[in-house]
């Protein structure tokens, strides 16, 4: 009876789930503060069909609707400000160079060499520029500009994509994540499950805090330790050896 | 600290009517918050086989200390980039309202394990393809803390099943999510 039990658990299962996430480079720098914020350039986006505050107002929410949710992660993405800066003529690269210091600067232009064709609605990037962490998206302002046609949620949903890899994001082939290529016509509401894993994997919740500390800006985290955190430097488990002891020792008595 | 532990040592081992379980049953993560289908659709339910033990520690005739350790298999389906496994720490007390009912409470670890395959992927990327970085061959593991609900029934006093639901992050809105496991256990006394 037992067996047969177990044995239908674990070997009965119908499983559908893609694990692809990938990233832009093979250990991409990350964020040194627990929160980042997100700027917007001075830019005039006339292009797109919205202005540049009712852009700003869409990546706060798209923040709080799509990378903002992820139980298992740290980081902690915030609606920053408005700042004296021009993209124009800057491709994404040289537009994170402009950003401050852990931050994301989002911009419009009609620079980028993949905006003529004006199916590529936006672009994003991080890097390491003087020493610190700067990420960057840039939308298509261009004539050609499809940006103009999209709804209120594709555009939530892009800039959530564009945010994806100005957090060190490449592309998933799980159709149904937010990292997939192309948002195509299908629906993104939510982040897929490797959407999810990308993001812990990158700011995994530090083993003192355990996932309560929140995310602290004041709070700066070394990333080249954190991946490299035991699981015995936790205070939680500590409580557990005793038991595992007279667990143990048990039948010697 | 160390005192604490050799305190709570002392206790357990003297404990006469300690016994323990062993099990297995499916785990299922994140409900609703993930999308699966080009739709719009969220996860309610997904296959992961989890394993289990835990110990009772009886300390009244209603309560008992329960704490556990389960593991979790996270499996996908094809070609990835990473796998996942979780560990679970359970830290909860039983209350029994009858003799094949208990209620479970408590608090919990989920430690969510990703290992990264290395290598490259070639994706499409805008109107053309580029090649992306699989993350690389180590582990990386995020600690969270849960709160435990759950119920026991036991069909015979070796024969139980539980239904145990694990808030991650419950203490923010934004973040808060609902794991849960059913699953079968037979205790050895
Ligand atoms: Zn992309």
């Known amino acids: 009876m037992k067996r047969q039990i177990i044995f239908f658990f674990l070997f009965s299962f119908v499983n559908q789930k893609i694990f692809s996430f990938t990233l832009l480079s093979?250990?991409?720098?990350?964020?040194?503060?627990?929160?980042?914020?997100?700027d917007f350039t001075n830019d005039s986006c006339s292009q797109t069909g919205f202005s540049p505050q009712y852009l700003f107002n869409l990546m706060e929410e798209s923040i709080n609707q799509f990378w903002n949710k992820v139980s298992s992660a740290r980081l902690l993405l915030l609606k920053g400000d408005f700042v004296d800066v021009s993209s124009a003529g800057l491709d994404p690269s040289s537009l994170a160079a402009e950003a401050r210091g852990n931050r994301i600067l989002v911009g419009c232009n009609d620079a980028v060499a993949a905006f003529a064709s004006g199916g590529v609605v936006a672009v994003g990037t991080m890097g390491q520029f003087d020493g610190e962490t700067k990420g960057s998206i840039i939308i298509n302002d261009h004539a050609n500009s499809e940006f103009s046609t999209l709804s209120d949620d594709k555009i939530r949903a892009l800039l959530a994509h564009e945010l994806g890899h100005a957090l060190g994001l490449g592309h998933s082939e799980n159709v149904s994540a937010l990292?997939?290529?192309?948002?195509?016509?299908?629906?993104?509401?939510k982040m897929s499950q490797d959407d999810y894993d990308a993001l812990t994997y990158l700011y995994p919740h530090n083993p003192r805090l355990m996932g309560l500390g929140g995310s602290c800006g004041t709070i700066s985290f070394d990333h080249s330790k954190e991946g490299e955190a035991k699981w015995y430097q936790s205070y939680f488990l500590l409580a557990l050896l005793p038991l595992l002891m007279a667990l143990l020792l048990r039948p010697l008595f | 600290m160390k005192q604490?532990?050799?305190?709570?040592?002392?206790?357990?081992f003297f404990q006469k009517s300690v016994f323990s379980f062993v099990g297995a049953g499916i785990y299922v993560p994140s409900v609703g918050s993930w999308q699966i289908d080009q739709a719009g659709g969220s996860n309610a339910f997904q296959f992961n086989s989890y394993l289990f033990?835990?110990?009772?520690?009886?300390?009244?005739?209603?309560?008992?200390?329960r704490p556990g350790l389960g593991y979790v298999f996270n499996r996908n389906t094809y070609n990835t980039s990473y796998t996942k496994n979780s560990i679970l720490l359970r830290y909860e007390m039983s209350y029994f309202f009858d003799e094949n009912l208990a209620f479970l409470y408590g608090l919990g670890n989920i430690i969510t394990e990703i290992r990264g395959k290395g290598g490259l992927q070639r994706l499409q990327n805008g109107?053309?393809?580029?090649?992306?970085?699989?993350?690389?061959?180590?582990?990386?593991?995020?600690?969270?803390?849960?709160?435990?609900?759950?119920?026991?029934?036991?069909?015979?006093?070796?024969?139980?099943?539980?239904?145990s639901l694990y808030i991650l992050e419950f203490l923010s809105k934004e973040r808060r999510a609902f794991s849960y496991s059913l699953s079968v256990h037979y205790n050895f006394r």
Do not use: W
Request: glycine residues 4%; aromatic residues 20%; hydrophobic residues 35%.
């Open chain 1, 26 to 38: 093979p250990n991409p720098p990350r964020y040194t503060t627990g929160e980042v914020y997100v």
């Open chain 2, 53 to 65: 033990t835990h110990h009772h520690f009886p300390l009244s005739a209603e309560h008992a200390f």
């Open chain 2, 4 to 12: 604490t532990l050799i305190f709570c040592f002392l206790i357990l």
């Open chain 1, 179 to 189: 990292m997939y290529y192309s948002l195509g016509s299908k629906i993104q509401e």
């Open chain 2, 127 to 163: 109107n053309s393809y580029s090649y992306f970085y699989n993350p690389a061959v180590d582990t990386v593991r995020s600690y969270n803390t849960t709160l435990n609900l759950g119920v026991e029934y036991f069909f015979v006093e070796t024969l139980a099943a539980e239904l």
